[in-house]
């Protein structure tokens, strides 16, 4: 707004947001002069803070608007707007428990992995043990003189009960137990008639390295024509013979000789069978 001097004529510029209805009265800088404010100012004046009351009235009700949308927000749930108000702590918080949920979730995963592979090599060991029983087994009947012997060795009075039933149930396979006349040798074998009696004795060898299941010793006599006059099996007391050890026997069987002259040529050889 500008204002002319009515003394000196000089030109200010006036802003209008200064005046108010108090101002009555303008005073030139050049010549001191005072001058009535123009009508055109007051009503520029009056015309500005109308306007100023308008804009101050626009704002209010744009503030209560405003006001009231942000209470209708609040209300209503909006997770952007959460998620910018929270803090720099509650964010870190929530960090925080969502690494603890995903570690707690590896450690689920692990576990039932771990869980997975027990079970996997519990699926996979249960073959290998049936394999392994039957390996065994098929071991303990393949070697089951052996095993008979070494029972002899630790537990006599045990395989003693035992052995019988034992033989009998493997004999119905067709499976007796056998000696190992292999390793077994015969030495030192006299046969002496004496009347209708005959005393044989001699040593049966272990040249092995383990203990030997004693054999029967089966005795033929056969006369000059290749007839039989005797046959006997001799069962020795001992039951074992130890490694590279041997046992002796005496043993006096009575015979019916019908003649005593007779060249008789009397033969021993070990049985396998024990019973």
């Known amino acids: 707004m500008h204002e002319k001097c009515k003394s000196c004529g000089t030109i200010f510029e006036v802003n209008e947001s200064i005046l108010t209805n ?119 009947i393949f070697f089951r003189s052996t095993l008979l012997s070494y029972s002899f060795f630790y537990f006599p009075n ?21 000696a190992d006349t292999k390793n077994l040798n015969l030495t030192n074998f006299i046969a002496k008639v004496q009347e209708q009696e005959i005393r044989f004795t001699g040593a049966i060898k272990n040249i092995s390295k383990r203990p030997m299941l004693v054999p029967r010793i089966k005795i033929l006599g056969v006369r000059e024509d290749r007839k039989i006059i005797m046959e006997k099996i001799l069962i020795l007391e001992d039951k074992i013979i130890f490694p590279n050890s041997e046992i002796s026997f005496n043993k006096l069987v009575r015979v019916n000789i019908q003649n005593q002259k007779d060249n008789v040529t009397v033969k021993a050889t070990l049985l396998k069978k024990l019973f």
């Open 22 to 140: 108090n101002i009555r009265w303008l005073k030139c800088g050049v010549c001191n002069q005072k001058w009535v404010l123009s009508s055109t100012s007051k009503e520029n004046q009056i015309e500005n803070t109308n306007k100023t009351e308008k804009v101050k009235q626009e704002l209010a009700s744009i503030k209560s608007i405003v006001e009231d949308k942000s209470k209708i927000l609040a209300k209503t749930p909006n997770p952007v707007l959460d998620q910018k108000n929270k803090t720099v702590a509650e964010i870190a918080s929530e960090l925080s428990l969502s690494k603890l949920n995903e570690n707690n979730k590896n450690k689920i995963e692990k576990t039932k992995k771990a869980n997975e592979k027990k079970k996997n090599n519990k699926f996979n060991i249960l073959p290998l043990f049936v394999i392994a029983l039957c390996l065994i087994l098929f071991l303990a």
């Open 158 to 178: 045990h395989t003693q009960t035992y052995i019988e039933k034992i033989n009998s149930l493997f004999t119905k396979i067709d499976m007796p137990i056998l």
